[in-house]
């Protein structure tokens, strides 16, 4: 999903490291991101991705996206 985000620089590294911050990640926290796969129920492939961004200025809100993969 790194390809469709606006980010400089991903590889396989930074996909680990990602994964287990998340693992790890309790929902919430203000000013911290969420990261959620989408995976389609019957073939299990990963369709996209939805990031949380609970806002720091404002425990209440939160920034919700979602991430479509398109070459699936």
Known sequence: M???QSWETF???DAENLIEEQCS???????SWLQLAIVERGSEILIGDCGIHFLLEDSRQA??????????
Do not use: L, V
């Open 63 to 72: 920034q919700f996206g979602i991430t479509r993969n398109y070459s699936g």
């Open 11 to 13: 590889g396989p590294d």
């Open 2 to 4: 790194a390809r469709y």
């Open 25 to 31: 990640m309790e929902p919430g926290i203000p000013g």
